[in-house]
């Protein structure tokens, strides 16, 4: 216990827990919707693309999540416009972004001079070494995106359930595809530090199966996805610190039981209020 609570008087810690916090705000927001919409796969893809951004950051010595922003909101709008207006299936347009971005990202390294930076914070996660710089820009991102689902909340409404109904009223649907997925895109890039390029989706859509279990509302699916990326998140970097082992890791590892546990137990309560009738 006097071990856990000395935790806490080191910054680094103390940055991690923040970031742990503002990471199952911005995710659990942005994951109930690409949930709803079914569009797991298409954030599968942005993630993935980022990549490309970060491997061009390091070529032109420029900080890597503002490349990987770049190349994360140039991908969805890509995946958008090339799904819509191009004609082509929205699967292969996600794969032709995904596989770009990853190759961009290789060749950029490999053409990088001199010592060939570690990426395995970026492609992995370590919530341990986010800096006060990132806490902020996390900060900045979950204050407007709840701002934006607090002011158009029906509209998302709307669009998450029936695109063609959102229509018929007159709402900008276009506009809003395009604004959504760049706030997923960027929610995406500044919490790669907490889990990493590989893991990222899975904060995205655990937190949404686990509330799934319990209601169908958007609204409480938003706050009790929150709750559950926050204490997965929190548990997993408790986790990986005692026993040593990636915290990326740890934190989806933490996620998946709790889902496993929860469905376990609703599984079992349903069975004993069957066999009681």
Not at 84 to 90: D, G, L, P, Q
Not at 116 to 130: E, K, Q
Not at 133 to 138: F, G, I
Request: aromatic share 16%.
């Amino acid at each position: 216990m006097n071990g856990l609570i000395e935790l806490f008087q080191y910054n680094f810690f103390l940055n991690a827990v923040a970031a742990a916090l503002l990471a199952g705000i911005s995710c659990g927001i942005a994951g109930t919707y690409i949930v709803s919409r079914r569009k797991v796969f298409i954030s599968g893809g942005i993630t993935h693309a980022s990549f490309g951004g970060i491997g061009l950051a390091y070529f032109l010595g420029l900080p890597p999540l503002l490349g990987a922003a770049f190349f994360a909101v140039f991908a969805a709008f890509g995946i958008q416009f090339l799904s819509h207006k191009a004609e082509i299936r929205e699967d292969s347009s996600i794969a032709i972004w995904w596989s770009l971005g990853m190759a961009l990202g290789i060749i950029f390294i490999y053409m990088t001079p001199g010592y060939v930076p570690n990426l395995m914070s970026y492609l992995f996660g370590s919530i341990l070494t986010v800096s006060a710089p990132e806490l902020w820009l996390m900060l900045a991102l979950t204050i407007v995106l709840a701002g934006f689902f607090i002011l158009f909340f029906r509209p998302i409404l709307y669009i998450s359930f029936d695109e063609n109904f959102a229509r018929t009223t007159g709402i900008p649907v276009n506009l809003f595809n395009y604004l959504l997925l760049a706030l997923v895109a960027l929610t995406i890039v500044l919490n790669i530090r907490v889990v990493g390029i590989i893991l990222i989706l899975s904060l995205l859509t655990i937190p949404q199966a686990t509330a799934n279990l319990f209601t169908r509302s958007f609204k409480k699916m938003i706050f009790m996805s929150t709750a559950i990326a926050f204490l997965g998140a929190f548990s997993g970097l408790m986790f990986s610190y005692f026993a040593d082992i990636p915290s990326g890791a740890a934190i989806i590892f933490t996620l998946v039981i709790v889902f496993g546990i929860v469905k376990l137990l609703k599984t079992f309560c349903k069975w004993q209020k069957t066999r009681k009738n």
